[in-house]
């Protein structure tokens, strides 16, 4: 069966709360800077509470895999999105607002269990974002909530790291891996945070050694990943993986595959806003490239181009003609 989209994409269904602060708020409301922390209900509820002396909060519907979805249609690609979420405002705006960018979504919103997630993300001056998250409803996804879903529809699927932090993270991951084997679909990773890493460092090398063809992450993250790690003291990780991209942010990024190294050069559009999203607009781009016929370093310009694009606006997910604009910019 020819595939119907060019990624199939799991992940946190999350409802992003962008929001303008200075570094002295994030001492005083204990927020580490640059970091995405993990938070519970009671905790979230009293941050949301201090926002009113911030101006203009934003409401946007991310979620990390869920964003590179988005960048991959708005590129010219095709897309779907597997995450839960809670049938209560937050998430039938997240579900109205992934199918209005173009992207499948095909899972009811859930009845019961914990609302639906969300990810206060402050941008201080320096375009710095750090972010408490309060996972809700999409850490309830279960193995069984994948069962009906045809892997063979995409030509890639991917994942994201911090979908581990489900109780049930490493059994999807297994499900989804199982069954990415049986139609022959290569599997992509995200890294995702490298508190994310250190937390499932064990598991995430086994799953990584084992199942993934294409592994995106930071130079921190994969560092992480690498630190005391006896899986790759004989064995380099980019031959461990078919392919590996490593960001550096405004350093640009480095492609490694079956020994070659290819540098590609930061890309921005314009002044930097927000950093947000910038990992998974690179992520979007560099799978739109691989999917549609772009050899690696290709690919790794168009994800410049896409992380370039969206660090020059407020928040994760791209708002202008993506498609136009990075055809005319790398002529291809």
């Not at 969206?310 to 928040?315: A, F, K, L, R, S």
């Not at 604009?325 to 002529?331: A, C, G, I, W």
């Given at each position: ?34 970091v995405?922390?993990?938070i519970?209900?009671?905790e ?246 691989r999917t ?32 136009e ?7 291809i």
């Open positions: 069966m020819k595939p119907t989209f060019d990624i199939l994409a799991f992940g946190n269904a999350i409802v992003d709360i962008v929001v303008s602060c200075d570094d002295q708020f994030l001492i005083e409301n204990n927020i580490e800077k640059s995405m922390s993990l519970g209900h009671d979230f509820s009293q941050l949301y509470d201090s926002l009113h002396r911030l101006e203009n909060p934003r409401l946007v519907s991310g979620g990390s895999a869920a964003n590179t979805a988005v960048g991959v249609v708005a590129l010219g690609g095709s897309a779907s999105f597997v995450g839960r979420v809670f049938d209560d405002h937050l998430g039938r705006a997240f579900r109205d607002d992934i199918l209005a960018a173009g992207v499948e979504y095909e899972q009811a919103l859930a009845s019961k269990g914990l609302s639906t997630a969300s990810s206060i993300i402050f941008v201080t001056p320096d375009a710095e974002r750090s972010m408490k998250t309060f996972l809700g409803a999409s850490i309830e996804l279960e193995p069984q909530d994948i069962n009906n879903i045809d892997l063979d529809q995409a030509k890639i699927i991917y994942l994201e790291g911090y979908l581990f932090d489900a109780p049930s993270g490493s059994k999807i991951f297994s499900e989804v891996a199982r069954k990415a084997n049986e139609c022959g679909k290569k599997l992509a990773l995200s890294l995702s945070d490298p508190e994310c890493v250190k937390r499932h460092k064990i598991a995430l090398t086994e799953f990584i050694v084992q199942h993934v063809s294409i592994l995106f992450g930071n130079e921190e993250e994969v560092l992480e990943l690498k630190k005391k790690n006896h899986q790759f003291k004989s064995n380099k990780l980019e031959f461990i993986v078919e392919e590996l991209v490593i960001t550096q942010g405004s350093l640009g990024a480095n492609l490694c595959s079956s020994g070659d190294n290819y540098f590609i050069e930061p890309m921005p559009q314009g002044p930097v806003i927000d950093t947000t999203g910038a990992g998974d607009l690179f992520a979007a781009g560099y799978l739109y490239g549609n016929g772009y050899d690696i370093p290709t690919s790794g310009n168009i994800a410049a181009f896409a992380a370039g694009e969206v660090i020059t606006q407020i928040g994760a997910r791209p708002n202008c003609n993506f498609q604009r990075f055809k005319n910019t790398l002529s």
